[in-house]
């Protein structure tokens, strides 16, 4: 397949296990996905469905045992080890569960730091709407330690969209937080997408959660087997009760 794509991420023939001989698993088995760009994308699945494997090997995390994965019109998986350091500094987004915040940094510093690290002006036009969107202007000089765990990750939300990464992998970004500041959350990477054209990737087993995406991917046994599109908790939630590894892959 030709690197160049429509998608802001995908996986061609995708491999991935773990261990030797009798103990190997197979966290991925043969999975192929497309993600649109400035669309928002969930992935659920059972524990041990490989869905933040899955994730994991789309960001250039991990590596893979035979196939392909695109960042854009780059092959990660061509990568050595500068090219995917560059690549996740300047292309990809990230936004862990942990928040991932520096102690020692202010909200702001905290925000700008991948463009630090990179050498990279801040634009500051597009760090006030980031900044606005996520309702932290009176938060830019606390440190994490006098913030809420909602307003820190806004915080780890606005750092994963400051460099206009080409596309944003957030992995259980509320599990840690309230259904109020889960909410907050959700909606700001809602509204990334719609408002924004950012491209969203979500590792989720909540069922409210994936109900904010466009699309949700279902992943069993290493294998993609379900898809819907403009989703419901409800149907979310039935899907998920139904799935069975076994099954041919079906969109709704």
């Known amino acids: 397949?030709?690197?160049?794509?429509?998608?802001?991420?995908r996986a061609v023939d995708v491999w991935k296990s773990y261990g030797t001989g009798e103990a190997a698993v197979t966290a991925l088995?043969?999975?192929?996905?497309?993600?649109?760009?400035?669309?928002?994308?969930a992935i659920m699945g059972p524990s041990g469905s490989g869905k933040s494997t899955l994730m994991h090997c789309l960001a250039g995390l991990d590596t893979i045992d035979s196939g392909d994965v695109w960042i854009g019109d780059t092959k990660v998986n061509g990568l050595r080890d500068k090219g995917l350091t560059e690549l996740r500094r300047d292309r990809v987004g990230f936004i862990f569960q942990q928040f991932n915040l520096l102690p020692t940094l202010t909200a702001e510093e905290n925000i700008t730091l991948p463009l630090a690290i990179g050498g990279r002006k801040v634009d500051r036009a597009w760090f006030d709407l980031v900044v606005e969107t996520v309702g932290l202007r009176d938060r830019l000089s606390h440190r994490p330690t006098q913030l809420s765990g909602g307003q820190q990750q806004r915080v780890a939300c606005a750092r994963a969209l400051v460099s206009r990464p080409q596309v944003v992998f957030a992995d259980e970004p509320t599990g840690n937080l309230d259904s109020r500041s889960g909410a907050e959350v959700l909606g700001f990477l809602r509204r990334s997408s719609t408002e924004f054209d950012q491209t969203i990737v979500m590792v989720t087993h909540d069922a409210v959660a994936a109900s904010y995406a466009d699309r949700v991917i279902f992943l069993a046994d290493g294998?993609?087997?379900?898809?819907?599109?403009?989703?419901?908790?409800?149907?979310v939630l039935e899907t998920m009760k139904n799935l069975d590894g076994d099954e041919e892959l079906v969109v709704a």
Do not use: Q
């Not at 160049?4 to 991420?9: D, F, G, N, T, V």
């Not at 088995?29 to 994308?41: C, H, K, M, Q």
């Open 223 to 235: 294998r993609i087997v379900r898809e819907l599109h403009h989703p419901t908790a409800d149907a």
């Open 29 to 41: 088995g043969g999975v192929s996905v497309e993600l649109d760009r400035g669309r928002f994308t």
């Open 1 to 9: 397949m030709a690197g160049k794509s429509e998608a802001a991420a």
